[in-house]
């Protein structure tokens, strides 16, 4: 049966847009350039987490000489060069936003990436706009699996964290919205289905499965 939820918030990378992908060539092509494999285990402990502490486990597990500084900027320069050719929206979400809007369902952006990165992908397709609240890691303290930006999201939104559902794609963002008190909606991509979605309410297959728009109540 649906349940009384009264607001929506997205998580960004890899759940709205296709920046996952682009992330495994990002990484790959950093630690390429230092002689090193970007493995699957290494993306499952950064997926989810803000970006220079993303960067801190590679130099931590690798024992990079370079500092997270230096490779938070090369990174971004790498990110930039493909981003304009192969940014896309994740299957269903452009469908999935119309019915949220036809059914006046408030929502919400709760991300680890920064606000400039956000802003400019977001601006690709003009969907900023369509949202009443953006989180970036510029707004808190503490970053997924912590709780924080879901508890300051459901704020900003006007709801107790018990009447929003939150569609999230990794491990540490299923703990930072299940720990905030929100109904976790798991939806593993190809980039995350190695992850442990024990603490989601509900998984998914994509933005489109019929079992997301039932717990809204959301006509198709």
């Known amino acids: 049966?649906?349940?009384?939820?009264?607001?929506v918030v997205f998580d960004l990378d890899g759940l709205m847009l296709n920046t996952e992908e682009l992330?495994?060539?990002?990484?790959?092509?950093l630690l390429r350039r230092r002689g090193h494999?970007?493995?699957?285990?290494?993306?499952?402990?950064?997926?989810?987490?803000p970006g220079r502490v993303a960067l801190g486990v590679l130099v931590e597990q690798l024992g990079l000489t370079d500092g997270v500084e230096t490779l938070y900027?090369?990174?971004?320069?790498?990110?930039h060069?493909?981003?304009?050719?192969?940014?896309?929206?994740?299957?269903?979400l452009a469908e999935l936003l119309d019915a949220l809007e036809a059914a006046d369902l408030p929502k919400g952006?709760?991300?680890?990436?920064?606000?400039?990165?956000?802003?400019?992908?977001?601006?690709?397709f003009q969907l900023a706009p369509r949202f009443r609240c953006i989180l970036t890691c510029e707004d808190v303290t503490e970053g997924?699996?912590?709780?924080e930006v879901y508890l300051k999201a459901s704020q900003r939104l006007g709801f107790s964290p018990a009447e929003v559902l939150v569609l999230e794609d990794s491990h540490h963002g299923c703990c930072a919205a299940a720990a905030a008190g929100?109904?976790?909606?798991?939806?593993?991509g190809d980039h995350s289905r190695r992850h442990d979605f024990s603490r989601a309410s509900l998984v998914i297959d994509s933005l489109a499965d019929p079992r997301l728009y039932e717990v809204l109540g959301l006509r198709r």
Request: proline share 8%.
């Open 1 to 7: 049966m649906p349940h009384a939820f009264r607001a």
């Open 23 to 29: 992330y495994d060539d990002v990484g790959g092509e």
């Open 37 to 49: 494999v970007f493995t699957p285990q290494l993306k499952d402990a950064m997926m989810g987490r």
């Open 73 to 79: 900027d090369e990174s971004t320069a790498i990110f």
């Open 81 to 92: 060069g493909i981003l304009d050719d192969r940014l896309a929206m994740m299957p269903g």
């Open 109 to 124: 952006i709760a991300t680890s990436s920064g606000r400039a990165f956000v802003e400019r992908v977001l601006g690709r």
């Open 144 to 147: 997924k699996p912590h709780p």
């Open 182 to 188: 929100t109904f976790a909606v798991a939806v593993p």
